[in-house]
């Protein structure tokens, strides 16, 4: 059964980079049958997908972030990551991975349960 | 961008009622339009994906249905474990978008 599970520092300060990893288990990051997604619930506001990197390392981002968003993969680990540079307080959320299908039906299954990153000095 | 509207925002329903949940597209996005259900503390679980086909596992009482730009979510008979926040998706295009939640709460 594939799990995901997020890490990383759950307070970062203002101008500063967020940095989270996502630990894949019971799978393999590497099948062609995924894409690996970041997600995150902006305050006051719906889900929001950030980006997603496939296992030889494509890469495509949501236009509204992609100048400060760099999504990474390490299959010999079997995680992937997320870079988010230059972080507001409009930041602080909830950061969820998960698969996504390679199909073009582009869903998300599984998730993980999700880390709290606060901005804050 | 597409941009995804639910409705209600939130919604108080009993045990064994049947319920609906709406979800409209700015655009049409033919079937590309996922389900969701979300608790707190707990991964966001797929539901139903490509609008009406439902993800392995998931109980038959949730149905969905639409196209274009209208979809709903209906859940049959209305069970403790189904009390969630819903949210819909957007899988027609790039960036794919959800839409802001449906709360669901026990009456």
Redesign the interface.
Known sequence: QLQ?QESGPGLVKPSETLSLTCTVSGGSISSTSSYWGWIRQPPG?????IGSIYYGGNT?Y???LKSRVTISIDTSRNQFSLKLSSVTAADTTIY?C?RQTSS???????????TLVTVSS | DIHMTQSPSSLSASVGDRVTITCRASQSISTYLNWYQRKPGKAPKLLIYATSSLQSGVPSRFTGSGSGTDFTLTISSLQPEDFATYYCQQSYSNPYSFGQGTKLEIK
């Open positions: 995901l506001k719906g889900l929001e997908w495509y949501n236009p509204s969820y998960a073009n039906l582009n869903w998300f299954d599984p998730w993980g349960q999700g």
